[in-house]
């Protein structure tokens, strides 16, 4: 075949980075997930504000931007935030500048947020956001992982588990759903949801047997897959 410049095809052209929103009740495991999956990956992920108070040994600038209620306000007021939320009496916000940088420069973007920002996201970002919830095992493993991280007051830890049995009823909403049972087994999910989005950009003859294999294991992780009695029984067991 001969080749021009002028009829390169589109995805031979500079890649738009992915957008990855991970969501889940609080405790699920998702920042262990997100550490194991994104080491030594060239990924941008998306550092929060927050007006909560940071816990020992947590960093200014890399677990989030710690700042006051009226400097949060502010850069609502500014439409700083690609989406924001309460979460138990907080404020929790992504700022949209780099992550509109990084999705430019063909850098795959990772978002770690709970449900009602990862609801704007769709709202705003429509069929680029790929949306994965991280479901626990059972209600029971959600308030074990809680108490064992020992990082809230045993009313805070009820407010936070109240919170995920509406969280976990919306998990329809995203089009993945991975459970963090076997951490191992996770992460392997979330690779495979991340090759698979990946090998959508390009023509299905261009795939390698790894692209082929990611998407068949990413269809089984589609939210379609579950019903609402499966739900129903995590928030009940
Ligand atoms: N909407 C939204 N949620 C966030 C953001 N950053 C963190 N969160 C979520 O807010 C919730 C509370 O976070 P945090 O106080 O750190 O508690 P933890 O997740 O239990 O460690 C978690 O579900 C986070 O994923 C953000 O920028 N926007
Ligand atoms: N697959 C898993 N099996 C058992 N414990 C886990 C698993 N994933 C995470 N944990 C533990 O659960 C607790 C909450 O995890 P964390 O990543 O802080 O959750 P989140 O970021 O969703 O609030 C931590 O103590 C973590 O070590």
Known sequence: ?????????????????????????????KGTLREQWLTGQDVFYSTSWTTREARPGERDGVDYVFVTPAAFEAKV????FLEHASFVGNSYGTPIEPIEAALSRGQ????????????????????????VFIMPPSLTELRRRLEGRAT????????????????????????F???????????????A?????????????????EDRAARLRADTLRSYA????????VVES
């Open 226 to 233: 579950l019903s609402d009695a499966d739900l129903q029984r």
């Open 193 to 209: 949801i991340q090759t698979a989005e990946r090998a959508r950009q390009i023509p299905e003859n261009e795939w390698t047997p």
């Open 1 to 29: 075949m001969t080749s021009h410049p002028s009829a390169i095809p589109l995805h031979h052209a500079a890649r738009r980075g992915l957008l990855i929103v991970m969501t889940g009740a609080s405790g699920v495991g």
């Open 152 to 175: 809230e007051t045993p009313e805070r830890i009820e407010k936070r588990l109240a919170r995920a049995r509406e969280e976990i009823r919306e998990a329809h909403e995203f089009r």
């Open 177 to 191: 759903v991975v459970v963090n049972d076997d951490l191992d087994r996770a992460v392997e999910g979330l690779r």
């Open 77 to 80: 007021m500014a439409d700083g």
């Open 108 to 131: 795959d973007v990772v978002l770690e947020i709970e449900v009602e920002g990862a609801m704007q996201v769709k709202a705003r970002m429509g069929d680029e956001a790929i949306l």
